[in-house]
């Protein structure tokens, strides 16, 4: 049976020694007050919550899967999720990081960042029911009307409620603009929708009284395409005047999908048949509003990677140290057993640092994405909120597909180390492959995510939010760069942030005489993009870790971080090259194929 231990101490050297988080929240009205105390306190309750209530169900949750009644089109979640889901509720984390007008608690955003990557390690199928409504709460805050934010934001707040959101059809997956679901107005005002929606996480469950679907569809006369969608909102049981829960709403489980992973959580297709809803923002205006929702989920979407990679990394290490196969090559190291353990031998090592590597340049990029969030919402200055908003867009695409891919390729290699007890269902390690994987191709896959990137974010605006990236990257260069001791850390960023700048450029020049080009080289692109953030935070880790060395500090934490460091530059880091160059080959050799594909 897996284990799993909250990785607080590494959380808390993220926020506090590398990214000192107390002070910038501190330049917030809002977030004045925090400390390092509160933010300890609040991280070890989550770690508690997560490690000791779902995490013993992330195996069973995954065997017994949830069950559909087909004549009343109600779920039944997996023993225990409904339990869980209440102990979650009293203890008031749905509420953690939201508005205290509808209930919420306030706090910045870091400590859900880290509170639900932690649920994400202990079980992410669990975690995807109140996952989403953070993202159903953010769109609604942002463009619900008054009486639809009194109506619903104090029951999300609450958890009394969840959130979904219904975009997909069986016709149609991200590009929105094929959608056929109909919103036909009412005189009272409301709409009626008819339509079917599949691919819903959570879209139909057990656990709370009601659930909120925010869902895409087209008014009569709006016109073809994506700029034909409107929003609304569509709770599973119409909601009173006086707040209480009224009839059935015209939305219901047609049928669960049967997937690869993720099996505690229902992913539902839901059939809506005259369902009333509220219209949530302009007519036809529907998908900026769904993009609030839809970049909370990208960005979450990479904190379960991140969480997978975690829980990953720490069990195939405690079975490297225990599990005797052979000797080392040099000679035996545990002379007084039959064979040496797995760790001895240098590729078990490289599979099981890949994964610590990818996980702590993870926890530093998100970390530091939930920061700028909160900058971007509540810092006094305009022209900080808005540079914040800035970077936020370009490192999303970043966060989601760059940590997602990384969770692939770690928990694979996490599962190797464990040889064929990794491929046996109860040492859980197959389970964190398998529900890692949607990761890489829900809310956009992953080449959508690039194509996102080099496209709107980068060339979009002619690269000018790389080069603030890069003006980050130059500072710290300028910090460090006649420290020799940071030199094995600064010099392949340096390198790597003065290539970036050529390496766009012959991109766009291409792209510019043939739009194709673009989608040839933006997935190796949005890599080399990730390797150069990672680096920029691998190396601001070491500097702090040299730091603490330097001046006496004996804790094994900072060597230990500095020798991942090195293993990062060295192993890992080296791909941008191979990237660039494939990325350079050109879209010629994708599209010149009649022939192969034939």
């Known amino acids: 049976m897996p284990t799993y231990t909250p990785p607080l101490r590494d959380m808390q050297f993220v926020i506090h020694e590398v990214l000192n988080a107390t002070d910038e929240l501190k330049a917030l009205p809002k977030h004045a007050d925090i400390d390092a105390d509160t933010i300890n306190a609040v991280l070890e309750e989550g770690g508690k919550f997560a490690s000791e209530v779902t995490f013993p169900l992330n195996i069973t949750g995954d065997t017994e899967g949830c069950k559909l009644d087909a004549k009343t089109h109600e779920v039944k979640t997996p023993t225990g999720f409904k339990d869980a889901y209440a102990k979650y509720v009293e203890g008031g984390w749905p509420a953690l990081s939201c508005d205290p007008e509808y209930g919420g608690q306030g706090l910045p955003f870091v400590l859900n960042q880290c509170f639900y990557e932690m649920l994400n390690s202990a079980n992410q199928a669990w975690t995807m029911y109140p996952g989403l409504s953070h993202g159903a709460y953010e769109a609604l805050h942002a463009h619900g009307t008054d009486e639809q934010k009194k109506t619903y934001l104090p029951k999300l707040v609450s958890g009394e409620w969840t959130g979904t959101m219904c975009l997909t059809e069986p016709h149609c997956g991200t590009d929105l603009g094929l959608l056929r679901t109909k919103a036909e107005p009412q005189a009272d005002g409301t709409y009626k929708l008819t339509g079917n929606k599949i691919f819903i996480s959570a879209g139909e469950h057990d656990m709370t009284a009601n659930i909120v679907h925010l869902v895409l569809a087209r008014l009569p006369d709006a016109p073809q395409g994506s700029k034909g969608i409107s929003l609304f909102v569509v709770p599973k049981y119409n909601v009173k005047a006086d707040g209480s829960l009224g009839e059935r709403n015209g939305i219901y489980c047609g049928g669960l999908e049967h997937k690869m992973g993720i099996h505690g959580n229902a992913t539902a297709q839901l059939v809506l048949e005259g369902a009333v809803g509220s219209l949530v923002g302009e007519p036809n205006k529907g998908l900026a509003a769904m993009f609030v929702m839809m970049n909370a989920a990208r960005l979450g979407v990479g904190n379960q990677s991140l969480g997978l990679t975690e829980v990953a990394y720490q069990n195939a290490l405690a079975y490297a140290k225990d599990r005797l196969q052979m000797r080392a090559l040099s000679g035996p190291k545990a002379k007084d057993k039959p064979a040496d353990p797995i760790i001895v031998h240098p590729d078990v090592r ?56 990384n969770g692939h390729i770690s928990t694979n290699a996490c599962m190797q180390v464990f040889g064929g007890h990794g491929f046996i269902k109860e040492w859980g390690m197959e389970q964190f492959v398998r529900d890692n994987r949607i990761n890489m191709i829900y809310e956009g896959t992953n080449t959508i995510q690039s194509l996102d990137l080099l496209g709107r974010k980068i060339l979009g605006n002619q690269g000018a939010t790389l080069k603030k990236f890069g003006k980050l990257v130059a500072q710290l260069v300028e910090e460090e760069g006649v420290n020799e001791q940071m030199a094995e850390f600064i010099n392949p960023v340096a390198y790597l942030g003065d290539q970036m700048t050529k390496f766009t450029t012959e991109i766009g020049f291409k792209a510019f005489q043939n739009p194709d080009e673009v989608g040839g080289a933006a997935v190796d692109y949005l890599r080399v993009a990730g390797h150069l953030v990672f680096g920029y935070f691998w190396a601001r880790m070491a500097q702090v870790a040299l730091r603490e060395i330097a001046a006496g500090n004996t804790d094994p934490f900072y060597k230990a971080k500095l020798q991942t460091a090195r293993f990062y530059f060295a192993r890992l880091f080296p791909e941008t090259a191979t990237l660039m160059r494939t990325a350079r080959s050109g879209v010629k050799v994708l599209l010149d194929t009649e022939e192969a594909l034939a």
């Open 350 to 405: 490289k599979m099981l640092l890949t994964a610590k590597a990818y996980a702590e340049g993870g926890r530093a990029m998100a970390i530091y994405c939930t920061l700028l969030l909160d900058k971007e919402l509540y810092h006094p200055d305009e022209k900080v909120r808005k540079e914040s908003a800035e970077m936020v867009a370009l490192l999303t695409p970043i966060v989601k597909a760059f940590l997602t891919d």
